[in-house]
């Protein structure tokens, strides 16, 4: 599966982004998906996960309430509702895909490249 990660930006905080990533070669709707990120000089975290058929959701506490996931296996994508930004949430995000699991995407099959969110106060 190839991940192709878009929609990262420069926002002030309190504003809205959303991310998207797209995915190629193998059959989307087979995958849970997941969305991490990496703030410079700190590992990378887990912010949300969503099962194969949308039925299923997991967050972070730092971004229950503000953060959506979501997916369209019609579009082989998933995204990232990104409201009520802090400067804490500046980091670069990745999305993930782990097969045969329904929600858990600690250890993905594959990653996409990363994009980068930046929250200005």
């Known amino acids: 599966v190839q991940l192709q990660a878009s929609g990262g930006g420069l926002v002030q905080a309190g504003g809205s982004l959303r991310l998207s990533c797209a995915a190629s070669?193998?059959?989307?709707?087979?995958?849970?998906m997941g969305w991490f990120r990496q703030a410079t000089g700190k590992e990378r975290e887990f912010v949300a996960a969503?099962?194969?058929?949308?039925?299923?959701?997991n967050y972070a506490d730092s971004v229950k309430g503000r953060f959506t996931i979501s997916r369209d296996n019609a579009r082989n994508t998933v995204y990232l509702q990104m409201n009520s930004l802090k400067p804490e949430d500046t980091a670069v995000y990745y999305c993930?895909?782990?097969?045969?699991?329904?929600?858990?995407?600690?250890?993905?099959?594959?990653w996409g490249q990363g994009t980068q969110v930046t929250v200005s106060s």
């Open positions: 993930a895909a782990r097969s045969r699991t329904l929600v858990d995407v600690s250890k993905p099959d594959y």
């Open positions: 070669g193998r059959t989307f709707s087979a995958y849970a």
């Open positions: 969503i099962s194969w058929n949308g039925a299923r959701t």
